[in-house]
């Protein structure tokens, strides 16, 4: 008589098992996976079958959880952790103000932090929030479009996760998390579009840089609708503005002695748009919209004010921002939840039909 064969052990990862690889392994988010393994202390409750496919998915990769750590970090503080990359950007203060907002009225506090766009001290922030338990983080910069540092990142938010903390990102991050989506593709498309219905042909982007997510996916909604319309984009007629007003200034004149039969420029972001309006004017002396039209993207309080004032896609910052904090206040989820807020189109004084 044969003696079976023994079924093969399941493969177990090298070093420390995660509570990210457990619920990999069991196909389910991290999340999920964490109440299964340490209980909920929300109104969520996970099934008995998906709890009985995480508890087999850690015990075929030894997984070990650290209970008194677990039961320490649910006594969590008051304290929401807001991550920026720019506390004097216009733009994170208006998404940090609605955050606050909704935090104030429920009691909770909020800790502003800035990483300056360096993707080491945003994994360090989230380490700090985590030793002081705070209750969640808001990830309110934009995304890094690098695999390393996703898996990093996820490492990082699934340790705090397991510790009972919340995490909702604003834009894509590459993680399971709640998020507020804005509308950057169809933004851009909003304002590529109305350029197009002025005339425009000829087209040029002022960019940012091309490693963070929301630049790519403002870049890829102005692209597609550019494409759909039958108008070429050559790659020389994207600039990259860097994301500060001295540095688009400097792009847009890169810009047109590249391509100098541009009549439209579709700028990432109001802070470059001003900067463009200032090159243009001051540097090359082309009037605008009489010579080129400029539409800018986030409708900065300021935007009204430039000379001329600026036609801009307006997304709801302070809303993204109170919609993160309510999010937090209607506790973690089974699985991740969205809440997709539009973008719309505000025409000014700087954008016309072609001469």
Do not use: C, K, W
Request: proline share 5%.
């Amino acid at each position: 008589m044969s003696t079976p064969t023994p079924e093969a052990p399941a493969t177990r990862p090298a070093g420390p098992v995660t509570l990210q690889q457990v619920a990999e392994r069991a196909g389910v988010s991290s999340a999920t996976a964490s109440r299964a393994l340490h209980g909920s202390n929300g109104t969520r409750i996970v099934g008995e079958e998906l709890r009985r496919r995480v508890l087999d998915a850690a015990r075929e990769l030894r997984y070990v959880s650290n209970a008194p750590a677990q039961a320490l970090a649910r006594s969590t503080t008051a304290v929401v952790g807001v991550v920026v990359h720019d506390v004097a950007d216009p733009y994170f203060a208006a998404i940090a103000a609605g955050a606050m907002g909704v935090a104030r009225e429920h009691g909770l506090l909020v800790m502003l932090a800035a990483t300056f766009r360096d993707p080491e001290l945003e994994l360090d922030y989230i380490a700090r929030l985590r030793a002081q338990r705070a209750r969640a983080i808001v990830l309110a910069g934009s995304g890094f479009a690098d695999r390393e540092f996703t898996r990093r990142l996820a490492v990082e938010v699934d340790a705090y996760r397991a510790d009972g903390g919340h995490v909702v990102s604003v834009g894509a991050h590459g993680i399971a998390a709640d998020t507020v989506r804005p509308g950057n593709r169809a933004g851009a498309a909003l304002a590529v579009r109305h350029l197009y219905e002025l005339g425009h042909r000829r087209f040029g982007i002022v960019s940012g840089p091309r490693a963070l997510t929301t630049v790519r996916d403002r870049l890829d909604g102005a692209r597609r609708q550019l494409r759909s319309l039958g108008v070429a984009l050559p790659p020389g007629q994207i600039v990259d503005g860097g994301f500060t007003r001295e540095d688009a200034r400097v792009a847009v004149r890169e810009l047109l002695a590249r391509a100098p039969e541009v009549t439209a420029i579709v700028v990432l972001n109001d802070v470059m748009a001003a900067g463009v309006l200032a090159g243009l004017r001051d540097d090359l002396g082309l009037r605008v919209p009489e010579r080129i039209s400029v539409v800018g993207f986030d409708d900065l309080p300021f935007a009204v004010d430039l000379h001329p004032a600026l036609s801009t896609v307006r997304l709801p910052l302070a809303e993204i921002g109170a919609g993160a904090m309510r999010m937090i206040l209607a506790g973690p989820a089974v699985e991740p939840r969205s809440l997709d807020l539009d973008a719309e189109l505000v025409v000014r004084s700087s954008s016309a039909g072609v001469a």
